[in-house]
């Protein structure tokens, strides 16, 4: 293992010296500060009902000052393969990391590896979440799988053990404390040397807590409902598969209220009670419950970037440090009657993504181009001047930034492997207007899957007349020499990315 490990380094250290420009070349310090499911419709940059009603002063000043993303899209809607897609630049079937049973391999080429040989002083503080010891940084500060929200436990080298094990308590809010740990580290770093920084926030993943600051945030509003809210299931025309749906997180608040102690979590704003409603009026019920603990969470992650951003300015480090912000995936508020992840569906697998860096990039503008997790990698490699090792499925993006007569690419390819019978596993293609989406059903002996089989099925959405994907297409008379079209690009984008397993069916 350790061999394993010197010839990674090696090979990262090649890399750098084969493609690194001179010395007196500046490269901007990098921040690339993530969320755990602060989905698109929760930024209010986006546009969307949600938007008049959530805190983002920070995200503002980002896309005011910088490039926002519309269509940047995760390659597996779930938190340990997406960050492990987001660190090595290949997808799931490349890095191993399938589902969240997997652990992503201290020996894997990471980002991190080929940054600390480029010269960079590297960090990664808070949510980590890929099991094994993080690797190529020069130091890191990391909760212990998802970590608490409040007086949350931090493992450093020092104190690392597996696990739950190891670590040590700090007092206070975990967003809080990540902000502050992330501008302490910067402080310790040689000004003449640049930095690059992952900045990973714990929130919003549920228990959706949030400071004691914004417990009133929205106490008195009632917040619109997403058109498909009560969307039933199945329905003719809408959905293959049930879904993780909105009841079942009541349910989870109700087991956890009757017995707290052996619940796995605890959850803000309680008791919660629905007695006497109909089901209609218990999920609206919950709705409002869940985006408003959602939107308040997400307020103090918001509370950070400005902290970060007023930090740097202090520190006369702001013009020469590129900022990303971004959420490992997207995540359902209700739409289609869902909560989490895991989906292809637009709300699952978009990642909202600003970035600013005002040397090189022009300020408040948008662009459509169509991207991937695995091109940030490659993105954050042209910055910092170091060559895309060619292992690396992802390209830089950074000319689309500023060019719109570039186009991005053709086409976006998901798979998500980790199977149940309410959310099968399935793979997909996206276009700038078409989806299509085939539903295998199978675990095919991934860690965290279940072992029931589903059957088959497929869907296709016209995303410029269906926006929010109510309407499945697969059937329909007129729609069938598109779908061909693409039923023939995704055997293409799947054998492109030499994804070879489950080979796609003839329509």
Request: contains cysteine; glycine residues 6%.
């Amino acid at each position: 293992m350790q061999i394993q490990k010197i010839l990674i380094l090696i090979l990262g250290i090649f890399y750098t010296l084969s493609s690194c420009t001179s010395d007196s070349e500046e490269r901007p310090n990098i921040i690339f500060i993530m969320s755990d499911d602060h989905t698109s419709q929760a930024w209010g940059i986006y546009g969307g009902i949600l938007e008049p009603y959530v805190k983002n002063t920070g995200i503002k000043r980002l896309a005011s000052e910088g490039v926002t993303l519309e269509n940047m899209f995760c390659t597996n809607s779930i938190c340990v393969p997406s960050r492990a897609a987001i660190l090595t630049g290949v997808m799931s079937h490349k890095n191993g990391v399938y589902t969240l049973g997997d652990a992503l391999s201290p020996d894997t080429l990471n980002i991190a590896k080929l940054m600390t040989a480029s010269g960079y002083s590297t960090a990664l503080i808070g949510k980590w979440h890929l099991k094994e010891e993080p690797s190529g940084f020069d130091y890191y500060k990391v909760l212990p799988g998802q970590g608490r929200y409040f007086d949350p436990v931090f493992k450093t080298a020092e104190n690392w053990e597996y696990g739950w094990k190891g670590g040590k308590e700090q007092k206070g809010f975990s967003s809080d404390i990540i902000g502050t740990e992330s501008l302490d580290w910067i402080d310790a770093q040689d000004p003449e040397k640049p930095f690059f920084l992952m900045t990973h926030f714990k929130a919003t993943h549920e228990p959706f807590h949030y400071p004691e600051r914004h417990a009133e945030l929205l106490e008195d509003v009632v917040l619109p409902e997403p058109e498909s809210l009560l969307e039933p299931y199945p329905e003719e025309g809408k959905r293959t598969f049930k879904g993780q749906l909105l009841e079942n997180l009541t349910k989870r608040w109700l087991r956890y209220q009757a017995d707290p102690d052996k619940f796995w979590t605890d959850y803000p704003g309680m008791p919660f009670d629905v007695t006497g409603l109909d089901s209609i009026e218990i999920r609206k019920k919950s709705y409002q419950k869940f985006v408003k603990d959602f939107i308040r969470c997400g307020a103090a992650i918001d509370d950070n970037i400005e902290k970060i951003i007023t930090g740097l300015e202090k520190r006369g480090r702001l013009d020469n440090t590129l900022i990303i912000y971004t959420s490992d995936q997207g995540y359902f508020l209700g739409e289609h009657g869902f909560f989490d992840k895991r989906m292809m569906l637009e709300e699952s697998s978009r990642m909202p993504f600003v970035i600013r860096y005002p040397k090189d990039l022009p300020q408040g503008k948008r662009t459509e181009a169509l991207l991937m997790n695995i091109d940030i990698p490659a993105l954050l490699l042209d910055y910092a001047n170091i060559k895309r090792p060619e292992q690396m499925q992802g390209e830089s993006f950074r000319s689309l930034l500023k060019d719109d007569k570039l186009q991005g690419r053709a086409y976006t390819y998901y798979r998500y492997w980790e199977h149940s019978p309410d959310r099968p596993a399935h793979f997909g293609i996206r276009s700038n207007r078409y989806k299509l989406i085939h539903y295998y059903g199978k675990p095919l002996g991934m860690k965290s899957a279940n072992s029931q089989t589903t059957e088959p099925s497929w869907e296709f959405y016209d995303l410029k007349t269906d926006p929010y994907e109510l309407k499945n297409l697969f059937l329909d008379a007129n729609s069938q020499d598109l779908i061909r079209e693409m039923h023939a690009s995704l055997v293409n984008e799947k054998a492109y990315y030499q994804d070879h397993q489950t080979p796609v069916p003839d329509l």
